[in-house]
């Protein structure tokens, strides 16, 4: 996720806002933050502050997909790859680094 420094810095809009540790010029990383944190930040910074994050069923996002013009066999895949992401059996190779990743504050 990307957003601009400027989002956070316009009122209560932003990490402190919804109640999170604020780092780096009142920016939370986005390697720190949560989907369910990640929504409350996105929610108070479009005026919705009860946006929430829901995790579908596989089966929902696979439907959605398909029903968007892609494989059944790719959705099947791509909910596959984010269960493994999700659960831990599937990782970086080499941790985030300034080095090689462009900054990603929320």
Known sequence: MIATREHWRRGRRGPAAAGLQATDAGTARAAGVTYAEAAKIIGLAIGKQDLTYVQLPDEQVIQAMT????SRN?????CEMSAAIN???MKALEPRSE???HS???
């Open 74 to 78: 790719m959705a099947e895949l791509l």
């Open 67 to 70: 029903g968007m013009g892609m």
């Open 104 to 106: 990603d504050n929320i």
């Open 99 to 101: 080095k090689k990743h």
């Open 87 to 89: 659960n831990g059996y």
